[in-house]
């Protein structure tokens, strides 16, 4: 059977539909490239309903969670938020997530993919632990909205001050009268939001249309548009963000992923994965994630070949035509002599050996792009 969102009509009625992670979601409206660059230049609003949430709460949560993943998630206070994983007993990530800290209870966002997956193993994971898993996701809509002009635009219609929300911070708002939370979160690299509205089931959306559409009137000043799972993907890539299922997996460890900042192994609790991760951080990893620009025209994609002198070293594990830079963008995975800043690789693009460099991520100018953009 095929998922619906809270808002499916309207993006039946304004979007290009198609079927990802079990949902008929839209992956364009005007077109991706367009999508893009309202993001990068004002403002995009997403749907992203079709994210996996769940609260966890009770006596031990925070004993538990500190156990489910390998950040110190006694670091986090209510209102400040921190990107993490899960990892299996052998260091590879069973999925990346959000996790909120609120007054009472956390807040966990997981990839929609991964929902069944995910909540399987939390559960059969709690065992010893006074805790509780509740799934949220179809009771709770989720939109994000992204973009240097998305704050003014969702202060348009909130009754806080939402800039008193930083970026991982979360608080709450009430949007045109509808309780919400908002995270200082995204996946696009930009300033914003990832916006929760409460009351807002499947089988009862009226607090989800209100919430949307109330956003679009509100931006439509500022240039906002509707966006789908097509300039999500670009953006997040621009970003050097990574796609679960592409760029990591259960056989990737967050130190060969370069997410190294979400392992603590000084935290004094264990967790799983620990012990292989302290050994590869001992011991070193052979290979890593790097960022490749191509040097000439070609679009890479996932799959395609890294070579260096003409010998395969790895693949392409996301790529595209950046709207911004004009030039085709990957990631990948290569041997860690060859993951240095400037170092020549090849890419083979159908039968054709494309010249690229080992560039940092973000791809773009962060004094142009982005949440670090000079204002």
């Known amino acids: 059977m095929i998922n619906k969102t809270q808002i499916y009509e309207f993006h039946k009625e304004n979007g290009k539909l198609i079927e990802f992670a079990g949902f008929e979601m839209p992956v364009w409206y005007k077109g991706i490239i367009q999508e893009c660059l309202a993001v990068r230049n004002a403002a995009g609003i997403f749907d992203v309903s079709h994210m996996g949430r769940a609260f966890i709460y009770g006596e031990e949560d925070e004993e538990f969670l500190n156990y489910l993943t390998p950040i110190d998630v006694s670091m986090l206070k209510p209102g400040i938020g921190h990107y993490s994983v899960m990892c299996n007993e052998q260091g590879g990530i069973?999925?990346?997530?959000?996790?909120?800290?609120?007054?009472?209870?956390?807040?966990?966002?997981?990839?929609?993919?991964?929902?069944?997956k995910d909540l399987s193993w939390m559960q059969k994971q709690t065992e010893g632990f006074k805790v509780k898993i509740d799934h949220v996701s179809e009771q709770i809509a989720m939109f994000a909205i992204q973009g240097p002009k998305a704050r003014e635009i969702v202060q348009k219609i909130a009754k806080e001050n939402v800039y008193e929300i930083p970026r991982f911070g979360v608080g709450e708002l009430t949007l045109n009268g509808v309780k919400c939370f908002a995270s200082g979160t995204g996946y696009t690299g930009e300033d914003g939001f990832e916006i929760f509205v409460l009351d807002a089931s499947i089988e009862k959306p009226q607090n989800a249309f209100k919430v949307w559409n109330s956003l679009l009137k509100a931006g439509e000043s500022f240039g906002l548009e509707p966006c789908g799972l097509g300039s999500r993907d670009v953006l997040r890539l621009e970003a050097g963000m990574c796609l679960y299922g592409s760029d990591i997996d259960e056989s990737t460890t967050p130190f060969e992923a370069k997410i190294s900042w979400v392992v603590k192994l000084n935290k004094k609790s264990n967790f799983i994965g620990r012990k292989v991760l302290e050994k590869q951080k001992a011991e070193g990893i052979k290979r890593c994630r790097i960022g490749l620009k191509l040097k000439d025209k070609g679009i890479p994609r996932h799959g395609y070949e890294i070579l260096k002198d003409n010998e395969i070293i790895?693949?392409?594990?996301?790529?595209?035509?950046?709207?911004?830079?004009?030039?085709?963008?990957a990631m990948g995975y290569v041997p860690v002599e060859y993951a240095n800043i400037g170092e020549a690789l090849q890419i083979k693009i159908r039968d054709k050996l494309v010249d690229a460099e080992v560039v940092n991520i973000p791809f773009y100018d962060t004094a142009k792009y982005g949440w670090k953009r000079e204002k």
């Open 314 to 329: 790895g693949k392409v594990t996301s790529g595209t035509l950046s709207p911004i830079l004009n030039i085709g963008v």
């Open 94 to 116: 069973i999925d990346d997530l959000i996790l909120l800290k609120l007054e009472d209870k956390f807040l966990m966002v997981f990839n929609a993919s991964n929902r069944v």
